[in-house]
């Protein structure tokens, strides 16, 4: 699907853009373009890189015309931008809706007017039933996504819009992992928000599996969520210990907008979930079964029957936590 294909990716600095930039070059496309805000970022890549397949676009989501400019020829989008950090977009609520929702209706915008085949957006699982505002932008990205072809002329604009849903990044900059490294490193105590608290865990390499098998399958309209394991934050506090030393521990209590687990997929979800390969799938509620079986070879209606949560799942050993970041080389 990516042979001699134009790809852009939006946000493509941060540490999922910079991976799938990475993945992507080793298969056959033709040119990966850059498309973020930090100059500074981009210079890093492209040096670190060093491909000329790569182009470094510098602009906003937040700006359409940019983005149309940028969108010129291209056949894929991965739509990764967003602003991400939940206590900064709690107190700052005004800028994540500006980027998260809006950047994200001009990405759709944008895709539409220089009919690219396939655009991906990739979501979260703070956007189940959410409490914070980021879960809310992100969870407005989704609706406007899987929507977006209901607004265009099906025989002028062909444009796939797909979904993706999943947890945070196992080890990715910012999330709990480094930042729990750090403190050990400085001799300071460990950082716990709550003891009974959960999380989704997905590495990066199972991450871009996920996206690009997602893309590949999608036939537009429809949330893809990747099946996973989960882990207890104490779970992940032994493995640090017993890898990086043992510091002390300081229970600080749950962020404002933070949840004590997460959760993929809700109870009012799953009526329209179906089970395909290592995925579960959410359908458009217009599709009749008959068309979905269609679409999809060997799908088949889930056998969920309660919410789709971290702290439900399976979860990982403190050995399995310790090979993974072992592996992370942090």
């Known amino acids: ?63 359409l015309p940019r983005l149309k400019m940028a969108m010129e020829d291209v056949n894929i989008v991965f739509h990764a931008a967003a602003l991400k950090h939940v206590p900064v977009i709690e107190y700052n609520p005004f800028e994540g809706i500006k980027t998260n929702v809006i950047g994200s209706q001009n990405v759709i915008d944008a895709c539409l007017h220089e009919k690219v085949e396939t655009a991906v957006c990739v979501g979260t699982d703070k956007a189940v039933s959410p409490l914070n505002t980021y879960g809310a932008t992100k969870l407005l990205m989704e609706k406007l996504f899987v929507t977006a072809g209901n607004y265009a002329d099906r025989r002028k604009h062909k444009t796939k819009f797909i979904a993706l849903r999943y947890g945070n990044v196992f080890g990715s900059s910012g999330s709990v992992v480094p930042i729990l490294i750090e403190q050990i490193k400085k001799k300071k105590k460990i950082t716990i928000t709550d003891p009974k608290m959960t999380r989704f865990s997905v590495t990066m390499d199972e991450a871009l599996d996920f996206i690009l098998e997602s893309t590949i399958e999608g036939q537009g309209s429809e949330i893809f969520i990747p099946k996973l394991r989960a882990y207890s934050i104490m779970d992940l506090k032994d493995a640090l210990i017993e890898l990086f030393g043992d510091t002390g521990v300081n229970v600080v209590g749950i962020r404002p907008g933070e949840k004590l687990h997460e959760i ?20 458009s509620p217009d599709k009749t079964e008959a068309q979905i079986k269609k679409t999809y070879s060997n799908i088949k209606k889930t056998k969920l029957s309660e919410s789709y949560s971290s702290d439900s799942v399976k979860k990982m050993s403190k050995s399995d936590l310790k090979k993974y970041l072992s592996d992370l080389d942090l």
């Open 1 to 63: 699907m990516f042979e001699n294909k134009i790809i852009l990716i939006t946000g493509g600095t941060g540490s999922l853009g910079q991976a799938l930039t990475r993945r992507l070059l080793k298969s056959k496309v033709k040119t990966v373009r850059i498309f973020s805000r930090n100059e500074n970022k981009q210079v890093t890549m492209k040096s670190k890189f060093n491909d000329p397949r790569l182009r470094f676009l510098i602009g906003d989501i937040r700006d």
């Open 264 to 283: 993929l997929i809700n109870n009012d979800e799953i009526r329209q979930v179906y089970e395909f390969k290592n995925k579960y799938i959410i359908v």
